[in-house]
């Protein structure tokens, strides 16, 4: 029987089992940093798979091969799909954000792609308007991690804006990705309205009982580095080039700001089916004594209008 992430209790228990085995044997602040790691990386694995997928095709594809590599990959991509539905690793609620993501993250590869941001110099079946299917799944791996993560670590987001509001800022971003190249740029604009707008929105998790919480745009800086690296990663494989790029140059840390704010649109595209998660007035966080509920607190939400 697959021992699955789905079933909350089988997950804590485990988490509890591992995290108590270190603490035992670590400090405890050396145990829950590990423990952290661990989560992070379990939440993330669908991208990890991929990014090891580019790796590993970049090393031993040929040329000459019948398949082409990204025909292959989106092949690997829908094939990683497939298993992570059917070994309960993601739920149905959780594909429908993960389909958004790789159908606006199509869309804007499409439109970058003609416009010249950058290009997919390899050859492959399926390419529509010169971006290759499998791209999509780049942009759904950040949809599933999200997904993922919030329900791994019990996540809380509150004090949460309201949600017109983080929807207009999220909708603003993903237009200026776009109008951009015949508008003003207005994204200095849009750094400072991330802040002012989730300033006081703190990010609450769960590693074994012991509650913690981050600052919501820290968390949004930390993670655009490592989608930044995951960026280099397709640089070198050469599964993407940026304009007047090499295979062996470094992406542009500007790059690090693009993600940040689109980290923004990915947040609210989620919190959009996972809505459970988010309350607009303060959190109490649920002692270690305290039985807690899925997917985050002990104690609902009220209704995100």
Known sequence: MIQTDQNPNRTRRLERTLGDWMRARLPFAVAEFVMFTLKQGWAAIFGILLLGGLLISDRIWQPDWALARYDALLLYALGLQVLFLAAGMESWREVRVILLFHLTGTVMEIFKVDAGSWAYPGDGLAKLWGVPLFSGFMYASVGSYMARVIRLFDMRFAPYPP???????????????????????????????????????????????QAYWMPLPLAAFLSSFFLWVAENVGTRTRTWLYAGQDSDQWVSIAKMGSWYLLLYVSFVTVTLVVRDALSHTPYRPVTPTDVRQSPASATPPPEVQ
């Open 163 to 209: 949600l017109w509001l983080a929807t207009c800022l999220a909708v603003a971003i993903y237009v200026n990705f776009f109008s951009h190249h015949f508008l003003p740029d207005i994204r200095l604009a849009l750094f400072v309205a991330t802040v002012v707008i989730f300033i006081r929105t703190r990010i609450w998790f769960y590693i074994g009982g």
